[in-house]
């Protein structure tokens, strides 16, 4: 079965061809981050412009070289939530459109569910019944979750930021040490060198206070990036210099050393208080090597296997969509064709 993905949920135009959900013939992305790094962020207006600009290129391109027409896909599947409205209308859009021009099933899919489902984007992966129970820890720019995956479809929420996401926290760091945008790599080039013991940033809600709740979430499984921010932001204006060289990558590693430890501290949590077969890290995020250092050294204390994303697959992408869309169908579930938009989709069992 070969499905069309499509995504738009913030400022990646992207659009996948995937065949029985695992094998990516074709993942054509249009990164607009040139057009927002002016701005340190991104910038809904111009990104749903964007969207529209490139969107029906992109999806010709991953057509062409998945060697694929309309005519020879089986299904759509597109991103329907959450993420900025006026950049999901886009996708959706396009998507409702194309399959009721060529007569074909649309399958709406959840952006975070495409994240999560991403650590099995590729072939000689485990399939998704081998390794459930799965804790999935997704870090992304707009989101951070650890997530309880009983089966294809199951998540139960076990914890979230109260405030930013990881990802975030990474850009607005480079925006006070004014590195550029987008923060995360930007802060682990700089970082390379430094010592990250050289400033005890807080890890944020890190005492182990079980029993009080955030919404309904136990408390030391939520995150909490917004206290770093604000640390890091005093700590320069302390300084009365703008750092550089060693002080810089310093202060970088120290960051980055913070965040990576901030996530990892919740997984290891996690794992010794539910019974998992596995583990795995998805997200933009997931790319750091500092994260991917730590979260291996885990897997390899407590013997539980770890999935990490592959790193084409990490930041935003169609092909993760079209996956999903595929287990939906494989296995049946709520593949009704999605009637709007839902900019605050929640990540929920499909039943
Ligand atoms: O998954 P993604 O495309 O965003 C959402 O779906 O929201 O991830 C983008 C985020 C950005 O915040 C970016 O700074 C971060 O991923 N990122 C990184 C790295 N590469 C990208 N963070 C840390 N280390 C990296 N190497």
């Given at each position: 079965m070969k499905i069309l993905g499509i995504e738009s949920s913030c400022d990646?135009?992207?659009?996948?061809?995937?065949?029985?959900?695992?094998?990516?013939?074709?993942?054509?992305?249009?990164?607009?981050?040139?057009?927002?790094?002016?701005?340190?962020?991104?910038?809904?207006?111009?990104?749903?412009?964007?969207?529209?600009?490139?969107?029906?290129?992109?999806?010709?391109?991953?057509?062409?070289?998945?060697?694929?027409?309309?005519?020879?896909?089986?299904?759509?599947?597109?991103?329907?939530?959450?993420?900025?409205?006026?950049?999901?209308?886009?996708?959706?859009?396009?998507a409702k459109t194309l399959?009721?021009?060529?007569?074909?099933p649309l399958i709406g899919v959840n952006h975070h569910e495409g994240h999560l489902h991403s650590v099995f984007m590729k072939e000689d992966a485990p399939t998704e019944e081998e390794v459930f129970p799965l804790l999935g820890l997704m870090v992304s720019g707009g989101d951070t979750s650890l997530v309880l995956m009983r089966g294809t479809?199951?998540?139960?929420?076990?914890?979230?930021?109260?405030?930013?996401?990881?990802?975030?926290?990474?850009?607005?760091?480079?925006?006070?040490?004014?590195?550029?945008?987008?923060?995360?790599?930007?802060?682990?080039?700089?970082?390379?060198?430094?010592?990250?013991?050289?400033?005890?940033?807080?890890?944020?809600?890190?005492?182990?206070?079980?029993?009080?709740?955030?919404?309904?979430?136990?408390?030391?499984?939520?995150?909490?990036?917004?206290g770093l921010k604000t640390s890091l932001l005093t700590h320069v204006k302390n300084l009365d210099h703008e750092p550089q060289g060693q002080e810089l990558a310093d202060i970088a590693a120290s960051y980055q050393e913070a965040v990576a430890e901030a996530l990892t501290m919740r997984v290891e949590r996690a794992l010794g208080r539910f019974e998992v077969k596995s583990f795995s890290c998805a997200g933009g995020v997931s790319l750091n090597k500092i994260l991917r250092e730590k979260l291996t050294a885990l897997a390899e204390k407590t013997g539980v296997p770890l999935l990490l994303c592959p790193p084409s697959l990490c930041t935003d992408n169609a092909a993760m969509i079209a996956g999903v869309a595929y287990e939906k169908a494989r296995l049946n579930k709520a593949c009704a064709e999605p009637v709007d938009v839902n900019p605050n989709l929640r990540l929920a069992d499909w039943e």
């Open positions: 990646e135009t992207a659009a996948a061809v995937v065949e029985d959900g695992r094998k990516v013939l074709s993942n054509a992305i249009y990164s607009q981050i040139a057009k927002h790094r002016p701005y340190g962020g991104v910038v809904p207006e111009i990104a749903s412009r964007n969207h529209v600009a490139k969107l029906p290129g992109i999806i010709e391109e991953a057509l062409e070289a998945a060697g694929e027409t309309y005519g020879s896909i089986d299904a759509l599947a597109v991103t329907y939530g959450p993420g900025l409205a006026s950049s999901l209308l886009i996708g959706y859009a396009a399959a009721q021009r060529l007569g074909k479809g199951q998540y139960e929420l076990l914890g979230s930021t109260i405030d930013d996401a990881a990802g975030e926290a990474l850009d607005k760091a480079a925006a006070v040490l004014k590195l550029g945008y987008p923060g995360g790599p930007i802060i682990q080039k700089t970082a390379e060198g430094g010592n990250p013991n050289a400033i005890r940033f807080p890890r944020g809600l890190d005492s182990v206070d079980r029993g009080k709740w955030v919404y309904k979430y136990d408390r030391d499984l939520c995150f909490s990036f917004s």
